[in-house]
């Protein structure tokens, strides 16, 4: 299976700021990336897929980058609505996880 | 309006039958390329993903887990269902039912708030 890690583990952040999640496979897994935000008491939420695609609905301050191995998360002016848990998931294969990031307000 | 939800038994003992229901509407599983998919998540820690099935009845499982795994869904298209014998407190999780459509077998583009199970004599 694929393994995934994600960096940092938590994220402190204040509104307006822009930040940057890193995701990483352990072999490639071309541009099939997906990223989902999650917060308490909240269905889980589809940000984007094969690695930059964003999903309906989801504001245009979230992007995704990379292909290969290496991926980011970039969310640009912050809002408070925005802080929270992200997770990367691959879609190449049977789907795997990464362990997720804390986005903590500062 | 995409909803799902989860429910089961809250809590069992070890070595038993976990058996978990998806309702869901504003959708239907019989349409083309229509994927509902299980994942857990046990508390404070990340996301595992068990199982789906899709529209056409075929069934995919985690390898690690698929001797104790089973996925099926209802005639009417409408509920998803697992079943994973021999638990032990190392299921003990919460237990997500997610829908795959537009971006994909695995891109889980809905999802249900989860069902808490508790595995304990």
């Known amino acids: 299976d694929v393994q995934m890690t994600q960096s940092p583990y938590n994220l402190a952040a204040s509104p307006g700021e822009s930040v940057s999640i890193n995701c990483k496979a352990s072999k490639s897994i071309s541009k099939y990336l997906a990223w989902y935000q999650q917060k308490p008491g909240k269905a889980n939420k589809l940000l984007i897929y094969?690695?930059?695609t964003l999903q309906s609905g989801i504001p245009s301050r979230f992007s995704g980058s990379g292909s290969g191995t290496d991926f980011t998360l970039t969310i640009r002016s912050l809002e408070p609505e925005d802080f929270g848990l992200y997770y990367c998931?691959?879609?190449?294969?049977?789907?795997?996880f990464g362990g997720g990031t804390k986005l903590e307000l500062k | 309006q995409v909803t799902l939800k989860e429910s089961g038994p809250g809590m069992l003992q070890p070595s038993k039958t976990l058996s978990l229901t998806c309702s869901f509407s504003g959708f239907s599983l019989s349409t083309s390329g229509m994927v509902v998919s299980w994942i857990r998540q046990p508390s404070g820690k990340s996301l595992e993903w068990l199982a789906a099935i899709d529209w056409d009845g075929d069934k995919y499982y985690n390898p690690s887990l698929k001797s104790r795994l089973t996925v099926s869904k209802d005639t009417s298209n409408t509920q998803v269902f697992l079943k994973i014998t021999s638990v032990d407190i190392a299921d003990t999780a919460t237990y997500y039912c997610?829908?795959?459509?537009?971006?994909?077998?695995?891109?889980?583009?809905?999802w249900g708030q989860g069902a808490s199970v508790t595995v304990s004599s």
């Open positions: 094969d690695g930059s």
């Open positions: 997610a829908r795959s459509y537009y971006s994909g077998t695995y891109v889980m583009d809905a």
């Open positions: 998931q691959q879609h190449n294969e049977y789907p795997t």
